[in-house]
Each structure stands twice: as structure tokens, then as C-alpha cells.
């Protein structure tokens, strides 16, 4: 089933762990991927995207992009939907965090914390929603993370209060735009196995991660790429300002 044949996905975070799984999948079912990231595995990740499309008629181009500089945000934008549009829907895929006691955490710290995950969301959100609302279609799914939602156990409470900003941030923007046709969803992941979080985790804490896990393991870039691939797709037509949570059935490990 080629669920995105002539569409077009813009995907920031391309070159990081979920970010490629998501376009790899995207392209298998017909998408056109803009693969941006400020790092240069974008490149590698649009050449495995054309690799993964080849079947369906998918493919990847990639575009840099520092989602810390809010003109150079604006300008990478403007220049994707002149070059590559119209686009058909925007993941947001970029974040992380820290693994701070709370009262280790120092101003700065929040301040950066929030400006990578939630002013991300917020300048890539605010470039494309016009061009969205102006062809009165397009699905945004921004990520949060199980940390949101509960608490997280790798990183700190910046990061926390950061995710659960996402979900605000998202539930906002899709009461807002549902009448201009613009779905914006959520997804908040558990433990997922990216090469980031494989180098933080300890044995111990991953141990424990799968022991607290009902369906008994962490999560894959893949697992998250599926429901990326639905929400961006005309089956989740009827689904806006929701949190789809993609963590095993874990929420605390
Ligand atoms: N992996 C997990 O366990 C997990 C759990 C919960 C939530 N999440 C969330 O899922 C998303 C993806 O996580 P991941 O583990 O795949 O991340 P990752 O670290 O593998 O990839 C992040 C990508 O962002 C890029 N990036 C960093 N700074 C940038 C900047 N200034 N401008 C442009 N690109 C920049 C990096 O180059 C990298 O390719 C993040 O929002 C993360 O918070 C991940």
C-alpha cells in the first residue's frame, strides 16, 4: 500500500536514530523525504531513503538546518517548500536531553533545554503552518517523549518539563489550525534504542527498562517510524491534538 505516492514530507532530525528509520519508512510507501539535519549523516539518510523508495516511487533529498537559529530556521523553510513543495506534512524529530539531578540544573541549563526541544518545535511549526493553511491540508507530528508524560529516568527534570511543553505546544496548534485542515499530533516514545541512548545507558538501566517494559523489550527506531507513517497519512485523517504514547506499556522504568 503506497499511502504517500506524490506526496512530500519535510523530516528534521533526519540523520539521528528515529529520524532515518521514519524516512526510510515514509519512502517505502511513495514519499518524497526532505531529509534535513545540521549534521552530515542527512546525506547518508537520503541515500538509504532513495534505496528504501525505490520500489514504491519514493525517494530522499536532503537540506541542512540549525533549529537554534531562528532565521536560519525560517530561511531553510522558505527554501525546501520553494525548491520541494508543496509539502504534504513536517515531523519534527529533533531533541534530547541531560542527565542532571534537579538541583544540578542551572538556569542555562532550562534555558538551552527549552530552546532545543520546545523553540525547535515552535520555529519549524510557525515556517510551514502558513504554506499548510494556505493549501488548507497538511499533518504536523511533533515528539515529545515518555518523559511528558510521567517522568523520565535517564534524563533530567528540564528535559521532562521540556516534553510535556511539546504536548501543550501540540494540543494548542491542532485546536488552532483543525479548521484550516491541518492535523498536529504527538508522539511520546519510551526507551527507544538510537545509537544516543544506546552510549548513555548503562547495562543496569537498560535491564531494568526491559524488566519495567509490559511487552518486554525497549523500543526500536522502527517501532516509532509506523506510527509516524500513520499519523502523517490520510488513515489518521480524524486524529488531531492527540499523544500517541509508544513505550511498550511502560511508563516508568
Ligand atoms: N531515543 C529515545 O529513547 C527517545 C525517547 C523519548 C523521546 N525521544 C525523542 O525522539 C526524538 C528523536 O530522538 P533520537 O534518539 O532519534 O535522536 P538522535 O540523537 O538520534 O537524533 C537527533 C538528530 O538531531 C540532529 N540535531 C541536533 N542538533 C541539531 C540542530 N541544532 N539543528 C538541526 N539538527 C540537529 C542531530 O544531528 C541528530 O541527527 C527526539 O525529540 C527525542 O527527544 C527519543
Redesign the pocket.
Known amino acids: 500500500m503506497n499511502r504517500f505516492t506524490g506526496r512530500t514530507v519535510i523530516l528534521?532530525?533526519?540523520?539521528?536514530?528515529?529520524?532515518?528509520a521514519s524516512c526510510l519508512r515514509l519512502a517505502s510507501e511513495g514519499a518524497k523525504v526532505v531529509c534535513?539535519?545540521?549534521?552530515d549523516?542527512?546525506e547518508e539518510t537520503a541515500r538509504l531513503t532513495t534505496e528504501s523508495g525505490n520500489e514504491a516511487g519514493g525517494s530522499g533529498v536532503h537540506a541542512p538546518?540549525?533549529?537554534?537559529?531562528p532565521e536560519g530556521v525560517k530561511e531553510a523553510m522558505a527554501a525546501v517548500i520553494s525548491e520541494h513543495g508543496p509539502i504534504d506534512a513536517l515531523v519534527?524529530?529533533?531533541?534530547?536531553?541531560q542527565p542532571l539531578p534537579s538541583l544540578e540544573i542551572s538556569e542555562s541549563d532550562f534555558e538551552s533545554m527549552f530552546e532545543?526541544?520546545v523553540k525547535?518545535v515552535y520555529r519549524c511549526c510557525w515556517a510551514v503552518l502558513p504554506h499548510m493553511a494556505e493549501r488548507k491540508t497538511g499533518k504536523i507530528i511533533n515528539?515529545?517523549?515518555?518523559?511528558g508524560r510521567s517522568a523520565s529516568v535517564?534524563q533530567g527534570a528540564h528535559?521532562s518539563s521540556s516534553?510535556a511543553a511539546v504536548i501543550g505546544l501540540t494540543r494548542h496548534l491542532a485546536r488552532e489550525f483543525g479548521p484550516s485542515g491541518i492535523n498536529v499530533n504527538v508522539?511520546?516514545?519510551?526507551?527507544?534504542?538510537?545509537?544516543?541512548?544506546v552510549a548513555q545507558m548503562t547495562p543496569d538501566q537498560e535491564a531494568r527498562a526491559i524488566a519495567a517494559t509490559p511487552l518486554g523489550r525497549?523500543?526500536s527506531?522502527s517501532d516509532?517510524a509506523g506510527v509516524v507513517a500513520f499519523l502523517a497519512s490520510d488513515d489518521a485523517r480524524h486524529v488531531t491534538g492527540a499523544t500517541i504514547d509508544v513505550n511498550g506499556g511502560c511508563f516508568l522504568a
Not at 534535513?36 to 549534521?39: F, G, K, L, P
Not at 511520546?188 to 538510537?194: D, I, L, Q, S
Request: charged content about 15%; aromatic content about 6%.
Open positions: 528534521t532530525g533526519a540523520g539521528g536514530g528515529i529520524g532515518r534535513m539535519d545540521i549534521a549523516t542527512r538546518i540549525d533549529i537554534t537559529d519534527n524529530c529533533i531533541g534530547g536531553g532545543f526541544n525547535s515528539f515529545s517523549s515518555v518523559a535517564l528535559y516534553k508522539i511520546a516514545p519510551g526507551v527507544t534504542g538510537t545509537a544516543r541512548i525497549i523500543g527506531p516509532m
